[in-house]
């Protein structure tokens, strides 16, 4: 969805300020001081130093918020959607005239809730330029995003700050631990373990997944972690699998011997583990994972599991030159 200036638009904006409360999902946070702005075709708020209305000049920096049923958020959580962000220049989803760096994708902490957190810059054809910081966060029944973002980078340090202490103020009714909802959600319910000898010592490797595996193999020599998935045509897939136990990045990762497109690394900041989280329509594919190094010691942690950023800030591309992520 993209928004843009028009009458229909325009009359369904609502006015807010200081305390923002969405009770579909059961949200409220202190907006910071002096931010205002609108909540758009009531699902989509909006806010600025300077005001925003869909219909208005370009602010500096903004904060967008909207929630979604958890269900709708499924599809593009396992779909290549989740690692994306609108492209502001033509409105659409892909990236032909901007050149986006995904500086961090993580697991973070809002409170005592796990969430996901996405850092991205962008620069656009034209010299337009942005920087995002996107969180999404689950409760029993809302997906919710909140997101910050600044059309230069001196305009993202300037109002970072006030974007900080204004999440810190964010309250939830029933939130759920990212991780635990991801798993639950996109159905990677079964657990492939195997255990090779990586330099000379037994790792024990555990797959979170909805396929079933087969033909698992460690090579040291090659750095490289390969396997086969199968399940039911028409089907999704889906697998969540540690890398730094055996291999440190950077990671590439291939399927049927081409580069593969719906896959992430999320970095957990709570424990140091780093998950490579994968989805595929279901049929018989080769994946093939190419590390850095062989990892010396294999670091005990607990399994994580994936998640990511519904591509639900399409509501970015509005603001110009401010430009997905799900």
């Known amino acids: 969805m993209v928004l843009g200036p028009s009458t229909s638009v325009a009359n369904a904006q609502e006015a807010i300020s200081g305390k923002y409360v969405d009770s579909s999902a059961g949200l409220k946070i202190d907006l910071p001081d002096g931010w205002s702005g609108t909540k758009l075709l009531g699902q989509i708020?909006?806010?600025?130093?300077t005001g925003f209305s869909s219909s208005g000049a370009s602010p500096e920096a903004i904060i967008a918020i909207m929630s979604i049923p958890r269900l709708d958020a499924r599809d593009k959580i396992i779909s290549s959607e989740f690692a994306q962000l609108p492209e502001e220049s033509s409105g659409g989803t892909g990236n032909n005239s901007s050149d986006c760096q995904s500086d961090s994708i993580s697991y973070d902490k809002i409170g005592q809730t796990t969430v996901l957190q996405s850092v991205q810059e962008?620069?656009?054809d034209g010299g337009h330029y942005s920087k995002t910081r996107a969180y999404g966060i689950l409760t029993l029944t809302k997906f919710v995003v909140i997101v910050y973002?600044?059309?230069s980078a001196s305009a993202y340090e300037k109002y970072v700050n006030a974007f900080e202490q204004s999440l810190m103020s964010v309250h939830i009714d029933e939130p759920v631990d990212f991780k635990a909802g991801l798993l639950f959600m996109t159905g990677a319910d079964q657990?492939?373990?195997?255990?090779?000898t990586v330099l000379g010592k037994p790792v024990t490797i555990k797959i979170q997944t909805s396929s079933k595996?087969?033909?698992?193999q460690v090579s040291e020599e090659q750095k490289r972690i390969s396997f086969t998935v199968e399940g039911d045509s028409g089907t999704r897939?889906?697998?969540m699998m540690q890398l730094q136990q055996v291999m440190e990045g950077p990671y590439q990762v291939t399927m049927d011997g081409?580069?593969?497109?719906?896959f992430m690394v999320i970095e957990d900041k709570m424990t140091g583990e780093k998950v490579l989280n994968m989805a595929y329509h279901h049929s018989t594919h080769d994946i093939v994972i190419t590390g850095g190094t062989v990892v010396p010691e294999f670091?005990?942690?607990?399994?994580?599991i994936m998640g990511a950023i519904v591509g639900a800030i399409v509501v970015l591309s509005r603001v110009k030159p401010i430009p997905k992520g799900f």
């Open 213 to 216: 595996i087969s033909n698992f």
């Open 299 to 304: 670091p005990v942690h607990l399994i994580a």
């Open 258 to 262: 081409s580069p593969a497109k719906d």
């Open 191 to 196: 657990v492939y373990q195997n255990t090779p």
């Open 237 to 239: 897939g889906v697998l």
């Open 149 to 151: 973002s600044a059309n």
């Open 122 to 124: 962008c620069k656009y």
């Open 45 to 49: 708020a909006i806010v600025s130093p």
